[in-house]
């Protein structure tokens, strides 16, 4: 069995939703479990459209997301708010968590940035890893697992039943 198992997700698909579901009953189980997943969109209504992490273990908010001004067109995704959740998160596997949930490989990671050293990490210290994959990074995701991650379906009886093969 692979210890990194990934969920590919089409771009409409509620992927958000199925790990803030996964993750809550894990928890509820007692799996100790690290790693950020995107902060759904009702409650992120909250936060005036900005992109937020929500810290799997203390529920904290992380923004994510940098204000470019009125008009402007870049992305605002801010690498240091990422690189500061990547360095939180790897001191969290210090603590030796059951499972790492990361809610994206997206373009950050695909670029060699973002939370991929997390993904790295997790690797090195054998947890577990479960993150999401849109479909069109895939090719990048694919390219950087090197065929150690299993592809999961968009199901939350699938997701479980893997992560909790993964724990033991």
Known sequence: MSRIGYIGFAPQQPVDALLSACVAELRAQGVRVTGVMQVLPAENAAY??????????????????QDLGEGATGCSLDPQALAEVAQKIGGALERKPQL???????????DGHGLRSVVEQALLADIPLLVAVRDDFRPSWDAFHGGMAERLPCDKDAVLEWCEAAIG
């Open 48 to 65: 005036e459209g900005a992109l937020n992490f929500r810290d799997v273990e203390d529920g904290a908010i992380i923004r994510f997301s």
């Open 100 to 110: 790492v949930v990361i809610n994206r490989f997206g373009k950050a990671e695909a």
